[in-house]
């Protein structure tokens, strides 16, 4: 049972342009969103989060938006840059079950010259 | 720097052999985890310590183990391998439980022959 799902095993985008990277998740107790990103060898890191009392935290180049009515969150990455190339991971967590993050299967992403 | 160290970064091991996957941080964080997974799949949080109080997931066979003998080493044992465990081994850290960031080690990824 995929409590949270990424749909999308990869993308390819160009350099300069918008990355938008989707999640789904089906568990209404998920009450805060996280997004990991993983490079090859090394372990995913922290990216941006957001709680559920909001529908959109920016960071820099990341955006996360949300809509519970949906159960459906996206990253928005602006613009693009060859080094955002890594594996995307999106995780949610019901703050009541101690931290305990349940993650998707990843987006790859890939952004081109 | 501060980090989250895993050894070794693969291992192979025979069907059945007892194997154990090392963890240790210099961050001084309260609270490790470990994560199964499988190629092409989510992370998957088999069990986390919290200081020296172990929480297992319901669904974590008992064919794995862990041991946490002070603040910085955790240990996760496999007792008897099966080919169905060959996976990527994930450690990660947090200063407390809820909604700290989470610190995670480069894997090991396991081979069971």
């Known amino acids: 049972d995929q409590q949270v799902k990424q749909n999308s095993p990869s993308l390819s985008v160009q350099e300069g342009r918008i990355s938008i990277l989707n999640c789904d998740y089906t568990?209404?107790?998920?009450?805060?969103f996280l997004w990991y990103k993983k490079y090859p060898a090394e372990g995913p890191t922290f990216l941006i989060s957001?709680?559920?009392?909001?529908d959109k935290n920016e960071d820099g180049r990341f955006t996360v938006f949300l809509n519970k009515s949906a159960k459906h969150l996206s990253l928005h990455i602006v613009p693009s840059q060859p080094g955002d190339s890594a594996v995307y991971f999106c995780?949610?967590?019901?703050?009541?079950?101690?931290?305990?993050?349940?993650f998707g299967t990843g987006t790859r992403l890939q952004v081109t010259l | 720097d501060a980090m989250v160290i895993q050894n070794p970064r693969y291992q192979v091991t025979q069907f059945g052999k007892p194997v154990t996957l090392s963890c240790s941080q210099t961050l001084n964080h309260n609270v490790m985890y470990w994560y199964q997974q499988k190629s092409s799949q989510a992370p998957k949080l088999l069990f986390h310590?919290?200081?020296?109080?172990?929480?297992n997931e319901a669904d974590t066979p008992d064919n794995f183990q862990s041991r946490r003998p002070n603040t910085s080493f955790c240990f996760l044992d496999i007792r008897s391998p099966g080919l169905g465990d060959a996976a990527m081994y994930l450690c990660a850290t947090s200063a407390d439980r809820g909604l700290d960031e989470q610190y995670f080690g480069p894997g090991t990824r396991l081979t069971v022959t």
């Open positions: 957001i709680s559920s009392i909001k």
């Open positions: 995780a949610a967590v019901s703050t009541g079950t101690a931290s305990k993050l349940t």
């Open positions: 310590y919290y200081d020296k109080d172990f929480n």
């Open positions: 568990n209404s107790m998920f009450d805060y």
